[in-house]
């Protein structure tokens, strides 16, 4: 099957600092990438959209300043999250898709392993 | 607003029992349902997807129901074994859109 790979798995940081996390589809084509933020003990969230070539779409309440996403090639999309602090410690998770013709996500999503975040 | 709920929100079964997991959402206007294992700070593994059109889906030991008009779907596990301990987590995609709604997930612990 499709894999995905995210990078870095792990990363701490010091709080007010930028990180950078690499959302990649290895073995396809990847229209759309979806990120998804999951704090502990609960369920996955989804922080913004993500189509190649455009500026990504966000879903309430996430502040698109904060959470760059860059979706630059069809294998490629990155989320930098900009002067984190605590409180953004997650564990972030990409999937990817690719999008037919009509416009519908191919019949699965693939997710990546996840990145863990923490800001100190 | 889709909203999708799991129960339990833990379970735990000594090895070998069957067991049903529940999950409801508020919008039956579905295009799928998936259900995902996900390991302790792990991602996401799919195990099952149901379409719309769908009533269920089984693979091994696994059998996934959907019933769209009463916003339900249940995930039943045979001979349940200490591997299958894990987090268990229902999402859909609505009609119009292609982002999952996820639940709140169910921690299921086999015990051997």
């Known amino acids: 099957g499709a894999v995905v790979s995210q990078h870095p798995s792990r990363v701490i940081c010091k709080s007010g600092t930028s990180v950078k996390i690499e959302c990649r589809s290895l073995d396809f084509q990847a229209t759309t990438m979806f990120w998804y933020r999951q704090f502990p003990k609960q369920s996955l969230m989804l922080m913004a959209t993500?189509?190649?070539?455009?500026?990504?779409?966000?879903e309430q309440g996430v502040e698109k300043d904060k959470f760059l996403i860059n979706h630059a090639s069809l294998t490629l999309s990155t989320l930098t999250v900009t002067s984190a602090h605590p409180e953004d410690s997650s564990f972030y998770i990409c999937s990817a898709s690719n999008v037919l013709t009509s416009g519908r996500t191919t019949d699965t999503q693939y997710f990546g392993p996840g990145t863990r975040l923490t800001v100190l | 607003k889709q909203e999708v709920t799991q129960i339990p929100a833990a379970l735990s079964v000594p090895e070998g029992e069957n067991l049903v997991l529940n999950c409801s959402f508020t919008d039956s206007a579905i295009y799928n349902l998936q259900w995902f294992r996900q390991d302790p700070g792990k991602g996401l593994t799919s195990l099952l997807l149901i379409q719309s059109s769908q009533r269920e889906q089984t693979s091994g030991r696994l059998n996934a129901s959907l019933d769209k008009s009463s916003g339900r779907s249940t995930l039943y596990i045979a001979a349940s074994q200490p591997g299958d301990s894990a987090t268990y987590l229902c999402a859909v995609i609505k009609n119009t859109g292609n982002q999952f709604y996820f639940g709140t997930g169910t921690s299921l612990t086999v015990i051997p």
């Open positions: 993500s189509n190649e070539g455009s500026k990504a779409t966000y």
